[in-house]
């Protein structure tokens, strides 16, 4: 089973006939009330930006055995490049780092953080001011 976390006000595109994916906005999802374990495949879009401290912890719990974790958000290093080079507006800025987020990431320290949990990771890169981090759990 996958989930698939997103904070963006459209969901993304999923074909319509998986019944395995649960596709739910970080507004609708209380990671506390999903059982451990459960996920095959976990993918946020944003997700940590907005979650406590041990919001990593919390989503790694909720992977099976084997299970794949896939994290996309704003490296906040690439964003404060973008924004010093002049490529994005100060508006676009504050959009990328603020907008009722609790803190921000950068790439190297978070696919670090990944890594110190016990989980491999596969794949860690930056496309444009965006971070995509994929892992996979060593059980």
């Not at 794949?68 to 990328?96: P, W, Y």
Request: glycine share 4%.
């Amino acid at each position: 089973m996958k989930l698939l976390i997103y904070s963006d006000q459209q969901p993304p595109i999923v074909p319509l006939d998986n019944n395995s994916i649960e596709v739910v906005h970080k507004d609708d999802i209380n990671i506390d009330d999903i059982p451990n374990y459960l996920y095959d495949e976990i993918e946020c879009y944003n997700y940590l930006e907005y979650t406590e401290d041990d919001g990593l912890d919390k989503l790694i719990a909720k992977m099976s055995s084997k299970a794949t974790l896939r994290l996309k958000g704003v490296d906040i290093f690439q964003a404060s490049k973008s924004f010093t080079s002049g490529n994005i507006s100060t508006s676009q800025m504050s959009e990328a780092i603020a907008k009722g987020r609790r803190r921000c990431f950068s790439v190297h320290e978070l696919a670090e953080s990944i890594s110190s949990k016990n989980l491999n990771v596969v794949f860690a890169g930056i496309s444009g001011i965006n971070y995509m981090i994929e892992a996979k759990k060593n059980d």
